[in-house]
């Protein structure tokens, strides 16, 4: 299943990249508001995501950098993140 996810990521950095591109050299109209709509969309998702997802990243060494992969790629970088510990209330 890991390879599922890297090709998530890839396609996600593909896309970002035909926004950018699409920000530099608008494509035919409609398909250049069409890809800055989703662009902005997926933007506004990536970011939800950071913050319902950052009590995970409290305990990471480089949770900046984690948020910056969440922005860019999304669940697909969430997956990649090991669960907390759960605490064990009867020890």
Not at 1 to 11: D, P, R, S
Not at 28 to 34: G, R, T
Not at 41 to 51: S, Y
């Amino acid at each position: 299943m890991k390879w599922g996810w890297g090709l998530g990521k890839c396609l996600t950095v593909l896309f970002w990249w035909v926004v950018l591109l699409n920000a530099f050299t608008p494509l035919v109209n409609p398909f250049h508001l069409l890809i800055n709509a989703a662009g902005a969309g997926l933007l506004a998702l990536h970011v939800l995501e950071v913050l319902l997802f950052n009590s995970r990243l409290q305990g990471r060494s480089h949770r900046w950098f984690d948020r910056l992969q969440i922005l860019l790629v999304g669940i697909f970088h969430i997956q990649s993140i090991p669960s907390p510990a759960k605490v064990n209330k009867h020890a």
